[in-house]
Nanobody
Framework: QVQLVESGGGLVQAGESLRLSCAASGRLFSTFAMGWFRQAPGKECEFVASISWSGGNTYYAGSVKGRFTISRDNAKNTVYLQMNSLKPEDTAVYYC?????????????WGQGTQVTVSS
């Protein structure tokens, strides 16, 4: 079993920042990509960002590139998402993911999600 627990969500105003964290535990694998997806009300779940095991490769959705930064600490089995210059359209439930074999766009495991709300 693999568990992913997100934290750091909340309510902020447009232009402000938030940092999400996600701790992985359980029967983890030797190497795996981690990432973030989000789902806004009435919309499909979408890819936000992912990072390779080494941290040397990162990938972003076009809508967040330049504003969000993904990073990881393998010693803590934790992935982070620094979100700057937040916009109301960033409002969504954010999910942490593990992708065992891919680059983060085809997750095998999901967290329970954390709510991010950006007011205008």
């Amino acid at each position: 079993q693999v568990q992913l627990v997100e934290s750091g969500g909340g309510l902020v105003q447009a232009g402000e920042s938030l940092r999400l964290s996600c701790a992985a535990s359980g029967r983890l694998f030797s190497t795996f990509a981690m990432g973030w997806f989000r789902q806004a009300p009435g919309k499909e779940c979408e890819f936000v960002a992912s990072i390779s095991w080494s941290g040397g490769n990162t990938y972003y959705a076009g809508s967040v590139k330049g504003r969000f930064t993904i990073s990881r600490d393998n010693a803590k089995n934790t992935v982070y998402l620094q979100m700057n210059s937040l916009k109301p359209e960033d409002t969504a439930v954010y999910y942490c993911t593990i992708d065992r074999a891919g680059r983060g766009r085809t997750p095998d495991y999901w967290g329970q999600g954390t709510q991010v709300t950006v007011s205008s």
